[in-house]
């Protein structure tokens, strides 16, 4: 393309400091240098975790360009990158897979010693490619969405169908994938399975989803807010509670209508109490529980060590374990298949110029997704 090889000055929104609205400002992206990957992007969607940084709960340096659930397009690939090439439709990957470090390496894991969930903002050569008025600007999470271009290391980028539709698919790059993969993946709910969900946001319904696809027997979804059930079992829920309604904790609300508690249970809420009374929702010497929900940060959690000797096992999981550029692929193909639908999840389709009213929409509830499109 025309651009490679030159800075590339584009509109993104930056955060200048904690707590302050974004800034839509114009930003010079510097040409990708080896190993990785310049990219157009095409459409992003709004997740809790870009708000988290905001407000300070996610660690991160200012000014910084955040986003991480996008899909896009390269415009231009620096030397030695052999996995994607300029034009191919792309999902820029907050949990990158190297495919070299011991994680990488093991089937079963997903958390790759190149992810940046510490808050360093540079890609792997230690520098950022985005300056504005004159400044450093720094990246997020390996990806840096909310921006027309970005730049990413080759091991944080994945090639996926060119057919597929950007404003659904960028689904996958976060939300979905995560709460999907708690179920079919980490969790590994089997068919005819009794499963609770407690928290029914974007990532509680797409962990219903999972269940269901997995085909769970009976699945009860979790919320204080009884708005949030049509939703849930439009997609696959069997029955929804509320803890208002009941005096005892759910756990116990759980016991008595599953015989004994169910076999799986997902906290997709980040709560320590939800935490807990879903590891005890579980059945007592057979059941997983899944952590979705992003734990608050420097918080222990007391619990009676019972719980887990009697035989349940307790785990967590980031984007639903899966292995980045090996999964996403072929979660687009089972998207394309229709296999699963994402309608449910979009709520919002704006520009990305109104970005501002994105995160007004998720913090005041209204929203479950919100896309935006560039
Ligand atoms: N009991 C029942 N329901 C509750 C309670 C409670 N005590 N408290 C809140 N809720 C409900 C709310 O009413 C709401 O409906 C739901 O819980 C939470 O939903 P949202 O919309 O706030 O959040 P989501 O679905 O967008 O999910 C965000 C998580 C809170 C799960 C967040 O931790 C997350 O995004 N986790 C993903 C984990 C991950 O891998 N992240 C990495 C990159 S983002
Ligand atoms: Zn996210």
Redesign the pocket.
Known sequence: MATAGKVIKCKAAVLWEQNKPFSIEEVEVAPPKAKEVRIKILATGI???DDHVMKGTLASKFPVIVG?EAVGVVESIGEGVTTVKPGDKVIPL?APQCRECKSCRNPDANLCIMSDFTGRGVLADGTTRFTCRGKTVYHFASTSTFTEYTVVDEFAVVKIDDAAPSEKICLLG??FS?GYGAAVKTGKVTPGSTCAV???????LSVIMGCKLAGASRIIG????KD?FEKAMAVGATECIS?KDFTKPISEVLSEMTEDSVDYSFE????L??MIDALKSCQKNYGTCVL???PPPAKMLAYDPMLLFMGRTWKGC??GGWKSRDHVPKLVTDFMAKKFDLDQLITHVLPFKSIQEGFELLNSGKS?RTVLTF
């Open positions: 997740c809790r975790s991480h907050f976060c939300a995560t407690f928290g029914l946001g974007g990532v509680g979790i919320d204080l807010n949030k803890p997709a809420i980040g709560h109490e939800t979705v929900g992003v980031i984007f479950i």
